[in-house]
């Protein structure tokens, strides 16, 4: 894309405020692409976050086994966000007026010339008893319990599983369960404990991992089998006891149940006005604009984009939405239409802490690799990049 004429056309020279509600992966990724734009930085960037902190989620695979430490996945974003010119609010989004126009916070009203929303999304909790019998292991603090508990266990019955939002189906976090199951059981292996415990994969899906293909799926089974991991599929879930999962199909034993529920929009999205799709995300179009919006984006876990049945919730799509919704920005800032869309791609690495299977599908084809310890040292070097890049 190249610089546009009239630039900044809106409103002449005076500073354009474009607010960036989020501060991760697809927050990050538009903050770059814009100022790659903006060589006279004229955008004024204000972003609106909990924290200023970069906190890499892929990594939480490897905090029950202490392979990392909370300290290792998280960064500051202080020194980023002095360089690249940022005003960092401290703060939650908590609703929108005037079209987007204005960002309501728990720090007061912020209006803007461009809105991007990359909050994330949220899980939900409705399952009877998952709040207080299930270990969601996406919180920091309920895979820090994981490790905890392994630490102190010398057997028992393990169980790991997820789930999906009906309302949905793309809403859903499913790959990283494989790897806190594929990592434990390495664990469990390293320390000599591995035949004191019964690990069980459960899951509503007949199919688990579907969305990354056939030959995934059964090679994820297959690696199960060979592991001597137990399989519970394709029985819905009634509820989580303190010693097990109760399905449709029976009782799954636990004394440790890891899950990663269906995935659904945040709260506030709900007082903004937009329109939100039916698993409660933001309503998106192929350009990741907001639909039936001016100048509203939405990046990430936030929003539900148009695209194949396969698409996923991943860092990588939220780059990549993120970027095309900085290049439409930026195009709209500028009084031209904006065009830019974003590709779809699943690309991931299931690790086991020992080797990784990379798995990837794209409009036109796809790639599954067999478990190759080339794989988990890339997926170390993806965590080193990122956190190298931000730094
Ligand atoms: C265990 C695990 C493993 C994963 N592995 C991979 C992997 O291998 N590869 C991959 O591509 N993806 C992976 N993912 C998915 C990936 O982490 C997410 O898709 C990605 O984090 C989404 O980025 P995001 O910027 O949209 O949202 P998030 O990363 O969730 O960031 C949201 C940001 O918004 C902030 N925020 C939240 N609420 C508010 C509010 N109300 N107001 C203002 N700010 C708010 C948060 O503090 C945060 O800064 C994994 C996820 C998990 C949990």
Not at 206 to 235: F, Q, S
Request: proline fraction near 6%.
């Amino acid at each position: 894309m190249g610089q546009p004429h009239g630039y900044l056309g809106l409103k002449g020279n005076e500073n354009v405020k474009v607010t960036i509600v989020g501060a991760n992966f697809a927050a990050l990724a538009a903050i770059d692409r814009l100022r790659r734009w903006d060589l006279g930085r004229n955008l004024q960037l204000t972003v609106v976050a909990p924290k200023a902190e970069f906190f890499y989620q892929p990594s939480l695979i490897w905090i029950p086994t202490g392979g990392r430490t909370p300290e290792q996945i998280h960064l500051s974003l202080a020194s980023y966000f002095e360089r690249m010119g940022v005003d960092f609010v401290q703060a939650r989004a908590t609703g929108a007026e005037n079209g987007g126009r204005t960002l309501l916070t728990t720090a007061g009203k912020i209006d803007n010339d461009a809105l991007l929303i990359a909050s994330g999304g949220e899980y939900l909790t409705k399952a009877p008893g998952v709040k207080q019998n299930a270990l969601i292991p996406c919180h920091l603090t309920d895979a820090q319990r994981a490790r905890e508990f392994l630490s102190r266990m010398a057997g028992g019955n393990l169980a790991f599983g997820f789930s999906g939002n009906p309302d949905e189906p793309t809403a859903i976090r499913g790959g990283p369960m494989f790897e806190f199951m594929f990592c434990i059981e390495n664990l469990l292996r390293r320390s000599g404990r591995r035949k004191k415990f019964t690990l069980t994969f459960f899951s509503p899906m007949a199919e688990p991992g579907k969305r990354m293909g056939p030959a995934a799926v059964k090679g994820l089974l297959t690696t199960m089998e060979k592991k001597g991991i137990n399989t519970h599929l394709g029985h819905k879930i009634k509820g989580f006891t303190p010693d097990g999962i109760e399905t449709e199909g029976g009782r799954v034993a636990s004394d440790m149940t890891l899950f990663i529920p269906g995935m659904t929009g945040q709260p506030w999205f709900a007082k903004t006005g937009f329109p939100l799709s039916p698993g409660g995300f933001l309503k998106a179009d192929a350009q990741a604009r907001v639909e039936e919006t001016q100048r509203v984006y939405v990046a990430g876990d936030a929003g539900s984009f148009p695209g194949p049945e396969w698409r996923a919730k991943q860092a990588h799509m939220a780059e990549l939405q993120a970027c095309a919704a900085a290049d439409n920005i930026f195009l709209e800032l500028n009084g031209k239409p904006s065009r830019k869309k974003f590709r779809t791609e699943l690309i991931c690495i299931v690790d086991t802490e020992k080797t990784g299977i990379f798995v990837s599908r794209f409009e036109r084809f796809g790639l599954i690799l067999p478990p190759l310890y080339l794989m988990h040292q890339v997926k170390r070097g993806l965590e080193w990049w990122s956190l190298k890049k931000y730094a």
